[in-house]
């Protein structure tokens, strides 16, 4: 069980707690966490995160197969997620379309995030 975050920040309960997520939300919110955040940002743990932003940094036809690459790097160490497929589409102004498509425990999930 983990507690829950919207935007960057722990969502609270009304009663002074935060508000806990488990199973699929739980492992979704840290799937999301470590695609989202900037690895080598957090000096105590240089692998957590990706490098899905450094897909500018490269030449287009690199950036669909480095997006995959990123993404199975920022879930190495979540054993029971399978990644099935990432498709990336640029959004213009730097931005890039992210759509990884996930399996764990007999379930099928896609996550969609905008990357910059």
Known sequence: MEMKIHNGDYVLDGAGGAVRVEDSAALLQRV??????????????????SELYRLGELPARERAGAAEQYVRQALHDEPEVTVEGVALSEQGGGLYGLTVSLGSAGQAFELTLTVQ
């Open 32 to 49: 999301l966490y470590k695609l989202t955040a900037r690895r080598g940002a957090f000096p105590f743990l240089p692998e957590l995160g």
